[in-house]
């Protein structure tokens, strides 16, 4: 779980602070939401539950860059049918998250990045499974979303960011068994004066 969670986090990483760089004003947002909710301490888990902007930016993230696009596949254990289509028992299936997520009849505006969208925390069970669901759902979900919500939080709570030149970072995904950028991500970071006062 460790292994396959550090490549995956990473990558998820690398598309939220693009989206944040690309979205100045979603990154302002949360920059404000840490400095009134966390203030000068290192992030910690117990702050998670006052950190729901971050939260929701992470979920947008996912939503839009799920960085396993084809869940694993799964064998339909009878004859069935899915979406009008009648499949046979032992049948390979892909869910196709990506898909999913960018569907215009369950999303408003499926391509754009608002974090907003998860803050009425209605979002149907079957619209959103970066994860995958159920049973047999990732069993490192928790996890990955811990780590990324420390590690964001952090890295906008303790320093400046900026792009390389003006113009916006490149979204263009590169698809194998996980979703990445096809350029990596550049960025420019200085200390922001709380990481002086955290380290003193």
């Known amino acids: 779980m460790l292994l396959a969670g550090t490549e995956t986090v990473a990558t998820a990483m ?26 000068d301490h290192l992030i910690e888990e117990s702050d998670f539950a006052k950190l729901q902007y971050l939260r929701c930016i992470i979920s947008e993230t996912l ?3 799920p960085v396993v696009p084809l869940l694993v596949p799964h064998l339909a254990s009878a004859d069935c049918t899915i979406g009008g289509y009648d499949v046979p028992a032992g049948t390979t299936l892909f869910v196709n998250a990506w898909a999913i997520h960018r569907d215009p009849t369950l999303w408003d505006d499926p391509t754009s990045f608002n974090p907003e969208r998860f803050e009425t925390g209605r979002v149907g069970a079957y619209n959103f499974i970066p994860f995958g669901m159920g049973r047999r759902a990732c069993p490192g979900d928790g996890l990955a979303n811990r780590m990324m ?48 006062v955290l380290l003193s």
């Open 63 to 65: 939503r839009l860059y």
């Open 149 to 196: 919500t420390l590690t964001l939080g952090s890295l906008i709570q303790f320093f400046e960011w900026e792009r390389v030149g003006d113009d916006k970072i490149a979204m263009t995904e590169k698809t194998g068994i996980s979703m990445c950028k096809v350029d990596p991500l550049e960025l420019m970071c200085k200390a922001r004066p709380s990481l002086n």
């Open 14 to 39: 690398e598309w939220a602070l693009a989206n944040l760089l690309n979205h100045p004003r979603v990154l302002k947002k949360a920059k404000t939401e840490l400095d009134t909710q966390v203030g």
